[in-house]
């Protein structure tokens, strides 16, 4: 799959305006810079995924605005994380090509630049660590009030016909990690 440059500003346009919604979502808590942001490559669903690294007293405030607003809790809710990257491609500044192993069913194929593969938005400094983090079970799933948060959406959804349509929120206490997906309608 080649990359245009339309498709790469598409792409930093969407993490551009997804931390922006971030930003809003969780006021007035102030959100450090994402320590890393990914897409998948798969083009018939496109989520982005942001993750923000936390301090103590950050995670306590997080907890404690979820838990006073309607929220949902659940455990080991399938969430989009990542695979062990076999191989890497800079494709443009800022944007890396993340290739990993296809599951079992599809090893055949030999088209590892498709199945769980990613794109990373930003640094790769923090891949090795997320990736672990992926692998263990996952901890804490939290969901905001839906409705609220589909009208902070309709508020951001303007420039570049960019338009979010769901968000999934987990907050990871122990590694103190904020995780946030949204999905992108075309």
């Known amino acids: 799959m080649s990359y245009r440059y339309q498709?790469?500003?598409?792409?930093?346009?969407?993490?551009?305006?997804?931390?922006?919604?971030?930003?809003?979502?969780?006021?007035p808590i102030k959100l450090n810079n994402p320590v890393i942001q990914y897409t998948q490559q798969d083009v018939s669903i496109r989520k982005f995924?942001?993750?923000?690294?936390?301090?103590?007293?950050?995670?306590?405030?997080?907890?404690?605005q979820f838990l006073t607003k309607p929220s949902l809790f659940f455990e080991n809710k399938m969430f989009n994380c990542i695979n062990p990257t076999i191989k890497t491609r800079w494709r443009f500044p800022y944007l890396t090509f993340h290739y990993v192993h296809p599951p079992e069913m599809f090893k055949h194929h030999y088209d590892y630049k498709v199945h769980d593969s990613f794109i990373v938005y930003g640094t790769n400094k923090y891949i090795r660590?997320?990736?672990t983090i992926c692998a263990k079970?996952?901890?804490?799933?939290?969901?905001?009030?839906?409705?609220?948060?589909?009208?902070t959406l309709d508020s951001f959804n303007q420039p570049h016909n960019i338009h979010f349509n769901e968000?999934?929120?987990?907050?990871?206490?122990?590694?103190?990690?904020l995780f946030i997906e949204m999905t992108l309608t075309k």
């Open 49 to 64: 995924v942001t993750i923000y690294r936390l301090d103590t007293s950050t995670t306590s405030q997080i907890k404690a």
């Open 7 to 27: 498709q790469a500003d598409y792409i930093k346009a969407a993490f551009r305006q997804m931390t922006s919604i971030n930003q809003y979502i969780f006021l």
């Open 137 to 151: 079970p996952q901890s804490l799933y939290i969901y905001q009030d839906q409705q609220q948060l589909l009208r």
């Open 167 to 177: 968000v999934d929120i987990r907050l990871n206490s122990q590694e103190k990690l």
């Open 129 to 131: 660590q997320i990736e």
